[in-house]
């Protein structure tokens, strides 16, 4: 196994240490290791090729941390040193850093938020699997975000006085921070990818203090659809037809058209004639035989009358179903028609150039769509992510 500088949060931890500590540690020397009569392995004197910082956090502002270091297993050389540093690692010997420091900084941040926070439950373990040798700690800091109603605020906790404990990451780590079932990003900094309501930071890269502000909100479920209670019964005449069923409805209103015009056209038979009968009436013809005559060319003109009528809805309903005339639409039919377009899911600034509206209405209108629970509204860095509802967001650079 490889040995190189040890990662951003081993250096944050001889930080606090010399800013807390005693006068003669304020050098940031690590102390000596107490002489047991075997060599001490230290937490900085091995290097993993990749250290993951996982952190998922609960509805009541709980997180759970996952801190894994990977070795890469190439020959039984490394994996006798692995076994060794893995016993040690077990025991609490050595791999501690990360832990450490995150306790003083729960002490601190505890203290500069208000909030009674704790971290318990903590774990070591090693798992060895397809060449690859991973040393796992986990363990629970209690209070580490603000949970209020339906919202989830993660980011004081990173911060002690004006400066974050978590300055950045080293070449090897990543950072992955996810919410926790059920809720949605409002509010966040961009990150190096976006995967599954997951925000990911590769390093090296530095934070400033104050950046990992994130902000969550719960999904508001959809409302019902009034066929779901019939379809979820045991069992009933109509199961699983509604198709057959919307097909027949149709078929009904169909039938009632006809009969209408066919009514229509038969109503108007006699004072079509009466009037017409002393119009078309020659003078050779008597008046009551103008009138009775007059009943046959007065109801001709009127079969291609009552004929024409049913023609023109019927070939408008097909031009109505064929194509959309966005011009026709409500603005937020119009935006929700511009999304299922694309797929479900829009840029803003893609919005506004396909409306070619103005930035102060667009903005207006999603954020009423998004309270009304048409739309999903997600801001992700300098962007924002329309969705429709229970729309995966999917890789937000697509």
């Not at 066929?227 to 169909?254: E, H, K, R, Y």
């Not at 929700?336 to 600034?349: D, H, I, S, T, V």
Request: net charge negative; glycine share 10%; aromatic share 6%.
């Amino acid at each position: 196994m490889r040995h190189g500088p040890p990662s951003t949060l081993l250096l944050v931890l001889v930080l606090l240490l010399a800013l807390a500590g005693p006068p003669g540690a304020a050098t940031g020397a690590p102390a000596a290791a107490p002489d047991t009569g075997r060599p001490a392995l230290q937490a900085d004197t091995f290097d993993p090729n990749t250290t993951v910082i996982e952190l998922d956090l609960s509805t009541d502002g709980d997180a759970r941390w996952t801190i894994t270091h990977s070795f890469a297993l190439d020959d039984a050389n490394d994996t006798r040193a692995f076994e060794r540093l893995a016993e040690a690692f077990e025991r609490g010997d050595v791999g501690g850093s990360y832990v450490r420091t995150m306790r003083r900084a729960r002490e601190a941040t505890s203290e500069e938020t208000g909030r009674e926070m704790t971290i318990r439950n903590v774990s070591r373990e090693r798992v060895v699997e397809n060449g690859t040798g991973r040393l796992v700690t986990t363990f629970a800091w209690t209070s580490f975000a603000r949970a209020s109603g339906d919202t989830l605020r993660v980011g004081d906790a990173f911060t002690i006085g004006t400066e974050t404990w978590l300055p950045g990451l080293a070449s090897d780590e990543r950072l992955v921070v996810s919410p926790p079932p059920g809720y949605r990003i409002d509010n966040a900094p961009s990150a190096d990818s976006f995967r599954n309501g997951s925000l990911v930071w590769e390093g090296p890269t530095e934070f400033d203090s104050g950046y990992l502000s994130i902000t969550y909100r719960k999904l508001t479920p959809p409302p019902e659809p009034p066929n779901a209670t019939d379809s979820a019964t045991p069992a009933g005449p109509f199961d699983g037809q509604l198709l057959p069923i919307v097909g027949g409805l149709f078929g009904v209103g169909l039938l009632l058209l006809v009969a209408y015009l066919l009514f229509r056209r038969e109503r108007p038979a006699g004072p079509v004639a009466e009037a017409n009968g002393g119009v078309d009436s020659g003078p050779d013809d008597g008046g009551a035989t103008g009138t009775a005559e007059g009943t046959e060319p007065t109801a001709e003109p009127t079969e291609p009358a009552a004929g024409s009528e049913p023609a023109e809805p019927d070939e408008a309903d097909g031009a109505d179903e064929s194509a959309v005339d966005p011009e026709l639409l409500s603005d937020e039919e119009r935006v929700e028609y511009l999304l299922r377009r694309n797929g479900g899911r829009m840029k803003q600034a893609n919005i506004v150039k396909e409306t070619n509206w103005s930035n102060a209405k667009v903005s207006q209108l999603l954020s009423s769509m998004d309270e009304a629970g048409r739309i999903d509204k997600l801001r992700i860095g300098r962007e924002n992510l329309i969705t429709l509802p229970d729309e995966e967001p999917g890789e937000f650079g697509e």
